[in-house]
């Protein structure tokens, strides 16, 4: 199959577009990945709140974690999740340790409350 220059040069322009596209994903998701690499030492579970199990309320809390070179947490940010069980959450991880890095760095933490039959 012969093609024009004029069809040419489109397919060139998106293929190019679509190989930038695929290799800018790829940092992002590596940059993404390296954050969360960051392994936990210490971990404190959430306390259940009673309000939460009997109404049964359940879910994933996600949570934007800062954690310092030292691996202590230093900030909790709520980034999804049902409101009576993200300040339980947040409590829990507040107290977490992870492993000392070379800087401070942001890493997602998701917890599931599910209640136990």
């Given amino acids: 199959m012969k093609m024009d220059r004029k069809t040419r040069a489109r397919f060139v322009l998106r293929r190019r577009s679509g190989l930038i596209a ?40 996600k949570l934007e974690v800062t954690v310092d070179a030292d691996g202590k947490v ?12 993200s300040q339980a959450a947040q409590d829990a991880v507040r107290k977490w340790r992870f492993a000392p890095g070379p800087e401070q760095t942001i890493v997602n933490v998701d917890l599931n409350f599910a209640p136990v039959q």
Avoid: H
């Avoid at 309000?51 to 879910?59: P, Q, T, V």
């Avoid at 230093?74 to 069980?85: D, F």
């Fill in 74 to 85: 230093t900030n909790v940010k709520p980034v999804s999740g049902n409101g009576m069980l």
């Fill in 22 to 61: 695929l290799a800018l994903a790829f940092v992002f998701a590596l940059s993404g990945r390296a954050a969360d690499e960051r392994a936990v030492k210490s971990r404190v579970a959430p306390i259940y709140p009673e309000i939460a199990k009997r109404m049964r309320i359940s879910g994933v809390v």
